[in-house]
C-alpha cells in the first residue's frame, strides 16, 4: 500500500466517524488525527470506541503506539459520535441519531462496530438512517457480529446500503466468532484476531472481533475517499 500511495496526493483529508462508546481524543497516537464534534463525545471509559478510532486512524511515523494506512496523516482524521454508554451498550435511537449526526457534521465514512439481532422494522429504520448518509456522501461500514451466525439476521449488518465486515483470524480464515456474509449484498472480511491498538490514557490494548475488522475497512475507504471524494457507495 506504501508503494502504490507513495506519489499520491490527497483531494481532502477525509472524516472518519467512529460511532461508540466515545474517543479518548487527547490518547498521544490519536490525538494529531482527532477532530472533535462535540466535546461530550471526546472522552471513553469503556475503550472500545478508542480502540477502533486507532485501527482506523491512529497517527503513523511518530515513533509510538501504533499505525494506520495513512503513512503521512494528511490523507484522513477521525471524530467520535458517542452512541452507546459506557458499559457498551446503546439503543437502536441513539445508534440511528448517530448516523444521522455523523452525516450532518461531514463524515465521509461512518464506522460501526456494534449491532444486535434483526427485525424488519430494525431494518427499515436503519435503511433510512443509511439512505439519509449516503445522500450526505457517506459511507456507512458495520461489523458483521461475533455470534458465528449468518450475519443476514443481524442489524445494520444487513441493512441494506451499509458495508458489512467480518473477521479472519492470523492465518486468514474466518474467526471461530466471525458471523458470516455470504448472503450480504456488499460484505468484506479484515483481520479481527489479535489486533493491538490504542486504548484509553495512551495506553495499548488487544481484542478480537468484527469490531476491530470494522474500522480497519473504514480506515482503507478514508485513504479512498481522500484521493477520490466523489467515491460513493454504489
Not at 467520535?80 to 451498550?89: A, E
Not at 435511537?93 to 455523523?102: F, H, N, Q, R, S
Not at 427485525?119 to 458465528?148: F, H, L, P, W
Request: aromatic share 6%; proline share 3%; glycine share 10%.
Amino acid at each position: 500500500l506504501y508503494k502504490e500511495l507513495k506519489d499520491v496526493k490527497p483531494q481532502k483529508r477525509a472524516l472518519i466517524a467512529i460511532l461508540d462508546t466515545g474517543v479518548d481524543a487527547a490518547h498521544e497516537d490519536i490525538n494529531a488525527n482527532f477532530k472533535s464534534t462535540q466535546a461530550k463525545y471526546d472522552t471513553d471509559k469503556a475503550g472500545h470506541g478508542t480502540h477502533c478510532a486507532g485501527i482506523a486512524a491512529a497517527v503513523s511515523n511518530n515513533n509510538i503506539g501504533i499505525a494506520s494506512f495513512s503513512q503521512d496523516n494528511s490523507f484522513v482524521q477521525v471524530t467520535s459520535i458517542k452512541v452507546l454508554g459506557d458499559g457498551g451498550f446503546g439503543t437502536q435511537k441513539t445508534i440511528i441519531d448517530g448516523i444521522l449526526e455523523a452525516a450532518d457534521k461531514g463524515a465521509d465514512v461512518i464506522s460501526l462496530s456494534l449491532g444486535g439481532p434483526s427485525t424488519d422494522s430494525r431494518q427499515q429504520a436503519y435503511q433510512k438512517a443509511v439512505e439519509y448518509a449516503n445522500r450526505k456522501g457517506a459511507i456507512v461500514v458495520v461489523a458483521a457480529g461475533n455470534a458465528n451466525r449468518n450475519a443476514k439476521g443481524f442489524a445494520p449488518a444487513s441493512a441494506p446500503g451499509v458495508i458489512t465486515v467480518s473477521a479472519v483470524d492470523t492465518v486468514l480464515g474466518r474467526a471461530s466468532f466471525s458471523n458470516f456474509v455470504q448472503d450480504i449484498d456488499m460484505a468484506v472480511a479484515a483481520p479481527g484476531v489479535k489486533i493491538y491498538s490504542t486504548f484509553p490514557g495512551s495506553q495499548y490494548q488487544t481484542f478480537n472481533g468484527t469490531s476491530m475488522a470494522t474500522p480497519y475497512v473504514s480506515g482503507l475507504i478514508g485513504l479512498m475517499k481522500s484521493v477520490k471524494p466523489a467515491l460513493a457507495t454504489k
